[in-house]
């Protein structure tokens, strides 16, 4: 049970008259509304507040529980009375201040003059926090955002009535008009309990001292929630790193090594320069010891990316030209994949033409590429299972004999070091040149199969486990 849940439930068995025991000594809640009444009429008769029509008698349907014989059910109306607070412009609020402004929302700025004494209860009146319950403790504004509450606490106390208005929940009773409002007339009419004012102050008492253990439990509990969220993320996280370091399963010396693959490679590569399918490369750097980040398997190698892909950059066809735009052809940009968060796109939000993809420098990239978010951000990462175009925020790999998935897993843990090598001012951007020289650690195509089943059965239990 979550602490919100703890307390509402303490709240419930308080207002329901079950946290403390009755005192038979105590004088009945009866005789409070006596001299409620006797009270309000003498204001009247002073004419300090106006008569008002009666509020209708409570029926047995607005009762939904039983209460202690010394309790009574009683409307709102009868026991408190609501009065605006003063418009403020926000431009008028001051720093320096020394008087706390209260809007719907609670304290939202400082004043130099109050309008409000130390110990008035605060209802917001509209917008989001309609009905939300805010105190003065000290000499106050209060904006006419917000309701100030006027009561004889004598016959009802200030911390019950804050408990008793929090259970009733006013932001129910919000009119849903252009924003919600709550107005006397609708807190008036709501039925609530009414104990003896010895037994008040005990079950104030006595909510204060649960509460106190609650808060106590919160910390532990939000604790406990945020490691509940952290696992599955940090599970994966370790779960790549051993895959991608040649520990999640063992090798198999049947299988060809990543060097016989990697030759497979080149030589299908160098047949698609000579067909002209692709454009010939400069060479990419040789790999250092100091970029290794981590030992592999003698069956594996280190490559840089566009070693074994062809990497493609985006390209926006002029969003001024109709004909260009509303066309078959999917249009990925970093905003797509962000909103997805799936290994697979399902769709783009937007789509060009054949003509806007001939005069764009956006290019047609076939399916089961990987698109990779390169700015603004840097590293959402999606397989794309339909030929596709995309803006200059992305870069496509589309690789040459390694496993698609395998590759995709492969930039996910990559991406920190993809990140750090970004550069720019006003944003990160990764070039595509950049993103051709990242190092990915390839295993025996066999290899790069059974690890990803391996890590997608263990990755679906773990995401089985978030709560």
């Not at 909103?339 to 993809?357: A, H, M, N, P, V």
Request: aromatic share 8%; with cysteine; glycine share 6%.
């Amino acid at each position: 049970m979550t602490p919100e849940q703890l307390k509402a439930s303490v709240l419930q068995y308080a207002m329901q008259g079950k946290l403390v025991p009755q005192d038979p000594t105590d004088e009945p809640a009866s005789e409070l509304i006596k001299r409620i009444k006797a009270e309000k009429e003498q204001l009247i008769k002073e004419k300090k507040i106006k008569k008002e029509k009666p509020l209708p008698e409570i029926t047995d349907e607005e009762k939904p529980f039983e209460i202690p014989e010394s309790w009574e059910w009683v409307r709102l109306g009868n026991l408190i009375r609501v009065s605006s607070g003063k418009q403020l412009k926000t431009d008028a609020l001051k720093s320096n201040g020394g008087i706390q402004v209260f809007g719907a929302n609670g304290i939202i700025g400082n004043y130099d003059e109050s309008n409000v004494l130390a110990g008035k209860i605060i209802i917001g009146r509209v917008g989001f926090y309609a009905g939300s319950i805010h105190y003065t403790n000290n000499n106050s504004w209060v904006t006419d955002n917000a309701l100030i509450v006027d009561h004889n606490n004598h016959l009802l106390t200030d911390m019950f009535l804050i408990f008793l208005l929090k259970f009733t929940n006013l932001k129910k009773l919000a009119q849903h008009t252009a924003q919600p409002v709550i107005s006397g007339t609708r807190i008036y009419g709501v039925s609530v309990v009414l104990p003896p004012i010895g037994e008040q102050k005990r079950i104030v008492q006595k909510i204060e001292e649960l509460f106190e253990k609650i808060d106590q439990y919160a910390e532990s509990y939000n604790k406990l929630e945020e490691l509940n969220k952290q696992f599955p993320v940090k599970m994966e996280k370790s779960l790549l790193q051993y895959a991608m370091q040649g520990k999640l399963v063992p090798q198999n010396p049947s299988d060809e090594p990543a060097s016989e693959l990697l030759k497979q490679i080149k030589a299908e590569k160098e047949q698609l320069i000579k067909d002209k399918k692709i454009k010939k490369e400069k060479p990419l750097p040789e790999i250092t010891d100091e970029e290794i980040p981590f030992e592999i398997p003698e069956s594996w190698e280190w490559r840089r990316l566009r070693e074994f892909s062809v990497i493609t950059s985006g390209g926006t066809p002029k969003t001024a030209i109709s004909e260009y735009w509303e066309g078959n052809i999917p249009w990925i940009t970093p905003k797509d994949m962000g909103k997805q968060r799936e290994k697979y796109i399902k769709s783009s939000s937007k789509k060009i033409t054949d003509y806007g993809l001939e005069k764009s420098s956006a290019q047609l990239i076939r399916k089961n590429s990987i698109v990779y978010s390169s700015r603004a951000p840097i590293g959402h990462i999606n397989i794309v299972p339909f030929d596709y175009t995309t803006n200059q925020g992305c870069k496509s790999v589309s690789p040459i004999r390694i496993n698609i998935e395998y590759l995709y897993y492969s930039l996910i843990m990559m991406t920190p070091n993809i990140i750090k090598r970004g550069s720019g001012t006003t944003f990160k951007e990764v070039s595509a040149t950049t993103f051709g020289e990242t190092l990915i650690p390839i295993p025996p195509l066999n290899e790069q199969i059974r690890i990803i089943r391996e890590l997608e059965n263990i990755v679906k239990t773990v995401n089985n486990l978030k709560i």
